[in-house]
């Protein structure tokens, strides 16, 4: 049975992608996020609903020792039989952080730490895991693009440099507004979906690597630092007239869902290794991220420099994990 690995599958867009999954594809699941009795219930309801298998897994995308747990976990339940090998694992968990500058458990800044630098790791940690041909999924924004509507919204990006977006507010350095730490946040992860995406095919892989942007969609947590009125007007009718007409690209809870599930599954998006997709009023289509997205030195750069902040090391996989954890359990 083909599986798939959802970051915050069990809530917003990540649940709407699991529903469809299990609803048109039948496959296997496993959510992974920061909420238990949350997870354990959307398991029971997809179970129930469907007939698939679900696993939990606990994940917090802003810990670097988390996603290291975690990986090694999926790695020991794939060796017991207890899940098949991934066929798709989608980097959809994230947010903004309003208010003052927040850092992770590592010290890094926490939107930078929670939407990027935490999948970053999870993904290398998960090559050797996920099927030949399957696919990594990434959950970018069109707030990337600061020469669309969508990117003069929150704040223009900032420069993608990991060293200085994970220092952002240390040392005397310049703040940065929360909405830029969010739109560089997304041009980060767009930058490491192309660069994986050819690194990938240096070595002889077809797994593929994929951006999606779902669009803006109300009744996400995107907006959960925002002022109380602000989230209710964006759950309005009036709202998404305005967007539309500004040119803001607009997504739904459910056809964004759906798009993402149709990435991860349908044998239509085979060859869409290296592109960028949009959810766009109802439409799931290819387009061209910002010009930015396609500077391959910028993404080498920032590819070596997040190695480095993630502890990331040659050939590191959570294979080579356990056996190191296991070979120094031995050795005690």
Excluded at 119 to 127: I, T
Excluded at 195 to 201: G, I, Q
Excluded at 211 to 231: K, Y
Aim: aromatic share 6%.
């Amino acid at each position: 049975m083909p599986s798939a690995l959802i970051t915050g599958g069990h809530a917003g867009i990540g649940y709407s992608c699991a529903r469809h999954l299990a609803s048109h594809y039948k496959w296997d699941l496993v959510l992974a996020g920061r909420s238990p009795r949350r997870m354990q219930q959307v398991a029971g309801e997809l179970h129930r609903d469907f007939g698939i298998k679900v696993t939990n897994l606990h994940l917090d995308t802003s810990s670097l020792k988390s996603v290291r747990e975690a990986a090694a976990h999926v790695a020991r339940l794939r060796h017991n039989g207890q899940i098949g090998g991934l066929d798709a694992v989608l980097c959809n968990a994230g947010g903004r952080f309003d208010g003052p500058i927040a850092y992770s458990a590592d010290g890094h800044e926490l939107t930078f730490a929670t939407n990027c630098l935490g999948h970053f790791l999870l993904v290398n940690l998960l090559q050797d895991i996920i099927e030949d041909d399957g696919r990594f999924v990434f959950t970018a924004s069109g707030t990337h693009d600061p020469d669309t509507a969508d990117g003069k919204m929150v704040g223009a990006v900032v420069e993608p440099d990991a060293k200085a977006l994970a220092s952002i507010g240390k040392a005397g350095t310049a703040s940065v507004s929360a909405g830029k730490r969010y739109s560089t946040s997304k041009l980060c992860n767009i930058l490491n979906a192309y660069e994986l995406h050819r690194r990938l095919r240096a070595s002889g892989r077809s797994v593929s690597s994929i951006a999606f942007d779902p669009g803006s969609v109300p009744g996400t947590g995107f907006l959960r630092g925002m002022p109380v009125a602000v989230q209710w007007l964006s759950k309005t009718a009036l709202l998404r007239w305005i967007f539309k007409r500004r040119g803001i690209t607009m997504g739904s809870l459910d056809f964004s869902g759906a798009s993402l599930a149709r990435l991860a599954a349908d044998p239509g998006f085979a060859d869409a290794s290296g592109k960028y997709y949009q959810s766009n009023n109802g439409t799931l289509a290819e387009t061209r991220s910002s010009t930015l997205s396609y500077d391959e030195a910028r993404a080498a750069k920032l590819w070596a420099q997040m190695e480095e902040l993630a502890g990331l090391h040659p050939n590191d996989d959570c294979n080579q994990q356990d056996d190191r954890r296991e070979a120094g359990r031995s050795s005690g």
